[in-house]
């Protein structure tokens, strides 16, 4: 297990780069984001730790950061302030290379689209809408999303349709979304309780997992909704997020309030249950497993990003 901590910020979001395996990225914030500024780090794991690459400041917190899929270089977060910010690792510049400012209360997700056929930017907000952009075509967004009726926790794009988002709200819902027509396809009263957190399956693009403040996870195959393919409890706080596995179809792993992360199988109706990680003293907000490398997962805590390594008891591969 490996560690870096950076003290006086909080580590809301981290994501691994889809091209470098060992660089990672890690949106955090001062005083749990209700005041102060926010750090975007660039990290680069070793062999006997994480180092520092590059750090970037912004005047207000920072909650979610995502890769560009297309330049290795180019980030993207959301902040306090409403705006997303573009950053540029190879930039010697300190300042970000382009900022979007339309959502008038705080950008919560970002997400940039996998599929080859397009290169767009989905962001989620607490004013309820959900936007969406193409960042060659200037700083204005290509078209505002709105129904949702309660702020939006997790906006994420299917990777396996283009034009194609999920976004999970306060109002305890799952909304599924077609770009191209600017209307909601699909909407599932997934929970009775605010959504924080939601993912597509690696494998199926019908299946989906939502994590809820009422500490249940639930698998929800799109073709049928009546209920969810899976029900998984165990957490005993609200879950913060929640990650398919990119190696085992049935496989994913949530992060929850009650300081630990779960790894589950949905696939197993008795002990689904497959590990507690139980390692923190603090909550866990940020979670993101390596493409590249099985097994690995990578978690951040107030204060701290762990690098954590899988035993193989339950190879994720």
Not at 163 to 185: E, H
Not at 276 to 287: D, K, P, Q, Y
Request: glycine share 8%.
């Amino acid at each position: 297990m490996k560690t870096f901590k950076f003290p006086a910020r909080h580590g809301y979001a981290v994501e691994i780069s889809p091209f470098i395996p060992t660089r990672l990225a890690c949106a955090t914030s001062q005083y749990y984001g209700i005041a102060g500024c926010g750090t975007l780090l660039v990290l680069e794991q070793t062999e006997t730790g994480i180092t520092l690459v590059k750090s970037f400041d912004w005047n207000d917190g920072l909650f979610d950061v995502t890769w560009s899929e297309s330049n290795e270089h180019i980030l993207l977060t959301g902040g306090g302030d409403g705006s997303l910010q573009v950053w540029d690792t190879a930039n010697p510049q300190p300042g970000p290379l382009q900022v979007l400012k339309e959502h008038t209360q705080e950008v919560y997700s970002v997400d940039w689209s996998q599929t080859r056929e397009e290169n767009l930017v989905v962001s989620g907000s607490w004013d309820r809408t959900a936007k969406v952009w193409d960042l060659s075509r200037g700083g204005q967004s290509l078209c505002t999303l709105q129904g949702h009726e309660g702020v939006i926790y997790s906006t994420l794009w299917s990777p396996h349709i283009p034009g194609c988002f999920a976004s999970a709200s306060g109002d305890g819902t799952l909304r599924v979304w077609d770009v191209k027509t600017g209307r909601c396809r699909l909407a599932i009263p997934a929970h009775k309780a605010e959504i924080l957190s939601c993912d597509w399956c690696k494998y199926d693009q019908n299946v989906i997992v939502t994590g809820a403040v009422d500490c249940s996870l639930c698998v929800w195959d799109l073709r049928n909704v009546r209920q969810p393919l899976s029900r998984l409890r165990g957490h005993s706080y609200a879950i913060r997020r929640v990650k398919f596995s990119p190696f085992n179809q049935t496989m994913l792993a949530s992060c929850s309030y009650d300081f630990t992360v779960r790894l589950w199988d949905y696939s197993r109706t008795e002990q689904p249950l497959l590990e507690t990680l139980e390692h923190h003293s603090e909550f866990v907000c940020g979670l993101d497993f390596n493409l590249q490398i099985p097994n690995q997962v990578c978690l951040t805590i107030p204060s701290c990003i762990i690098l954590w390594k899988k035993p193989v008891t339950h190879n994720l591969a």
